[in-house]
Structures are given as C-alpha cells and as structure tokens.
C-alpha cells in the first residue's frame, strides 16, 4: 500500500528540518568553540631548558599513548614528547594539543593512562596509590600540586617492564578539567552527557599531559626544577582556582 501524499511530504519535511537542525547545531558550536583558542603549541608549553637537568626530546611514537592507539588515531594539533634527567631522578612529560572541534573529548578520553598503558603492557596497583592514609603517593603528589599552585590531576601507580611508574595526568576540555573517576573509557552514552553539560559549546580546545616517573617522589616533588616545570603548565588553564571538574 503507498503511502499517503500528506505523509510523503509530512517525513520530507521532517528530514529536512533535522538536516537544517545538524547544520546550525555544527555552526553554532563552531562559533563558540573559536574563542577557546590559545594559540600555544605542544612544543612551548613546557621548558626545553631546565638548571641542572638534562632535557631530551624523544619521538612522541615512543611514548605509551601512541604504542598503544589502536582504534583510532590521536588526530592532534602537535604534541611532545620530553624527558628530563638529573642523577638518579628523571621524569618525562608527553603533551598533546587538540584545536576546538579536531578531536571529541570523548575520544580523548580512549588514550588516558587508564585505557592505554595496560594496552601496552602496564598493571595499575590502586592500592599502591592510596596507602598508607595520609602519607600515600596519592597525598605527595596533592601536596606537591598545591605548593606550586596546580590543579590536581589523576594520579596512577603502574607495574610493567620489570618497573614501577609513578603516573599523574590532566585531560583539559576547555577550562573544564576531566576527573577519570571510573578508570576506564568514558561510556558509550557520554556524548549525551556532554550535550546536557555543555549545549552547544562541544568545540572545546583540549589539552591533555602526562607525567610519569619511575623515581622517589618526595625527592622529585622537592626540587626547584621540578617545580618550575610544573609551574609552567599554568598557562594551559591548570593554574589552582576555581574551575569546575568534570567526571567522567
């Protein structure tokens, strides 16, 4: 039986307005997300001179979120990839860069620590990141975060490769800061999520850095390089103050 005339046309016009509906949403989102840019790359962001440490840049294929990407690409901006050495402590930094509306936050969200170092071959000790109450790594790091004047990130204890690693990383969705409560990938309902959190404005700039380190850290947290280093991921937005976190 064919259907209606009145029907016919009643679904054309129904496709069209959602057709016109996606078009404008993708505009507007655009238009706001365009103020976010920073301008800054991967590469200024963190210093490639530091007194008394030994700066090397690696191949960012060589840090553990690009060993491990399988579904997709990373598809940043830029990104880097450091390692800083004095003696017997060292750490690295791997930096990405996304410009609103190049990657969505919830794909983003696929390469954290959580998802990819036990792709490549890495077990996290939760336990190991909380104990003892009150003297854990966990608490170091909050104390070191608070005395440069740094939002806290996610912090991660990793066995693999016959090491241990300290690991501690943020996930910048604007000025929105991303808590990885459940320790794995974001939902498959997440995109609705982020629409009732944030409307329009899904064209966010992203950035997202990770610290890891296979030293003391206590020694780490004391020095002033160290410290300078830190202090210079403010200009990304992760300066201590009153901006919301999200959690995923």
Known sequence: MKAPKSAKTWLAATLAVGLVLAVALQWFGARLGRQNVSGLQSTGVVPTELPG?????????????????????????????????????????????????????????????????????????????????????????????DKVGLRHGQFRIFDGHDVRQNVLFWHLFGEDLVNYDTGNSPPWYAMFVDLMKHGLNQ????????????????????????????????VIGLKAGNQPTLKR
């Open 203 to 234: 064209r966010r700039e992203q950035w997202f850095v990770r610290i890891s380190s296979t030293g003391s850290l206590k020694s780490l947290g004391e020095d002033p390089g160290f410290q300078k280093f830190l202090q210079s991921l403010a």
């Open 53 to 145: 440490w030994l700066v090397t840049d690696r191949p960012v294929a060589g840090s553990e979120e690009e060993k491990a990407k399988v579904d997709e690409l990373l598809n940043y901006d830029d990104a880097v990839f450091r390692i800083y050495e004095q003696g017997s402590m060292g750490f690295s930094v791997y930096i990405a860069h996304w410009s609103p509306g190049k990657m969505s936050p919830r794909l983003v969200a696929g390469h954290t620590p959580d998802v990819c170092w036990p792709a490549a071959g890495w077990v996290r000790q939760p336990e190991a990141e909380r104990t003892p109450a009150g003297n854990a790594p966990a608490d170091e790091i909050a104390r070191i975060e």
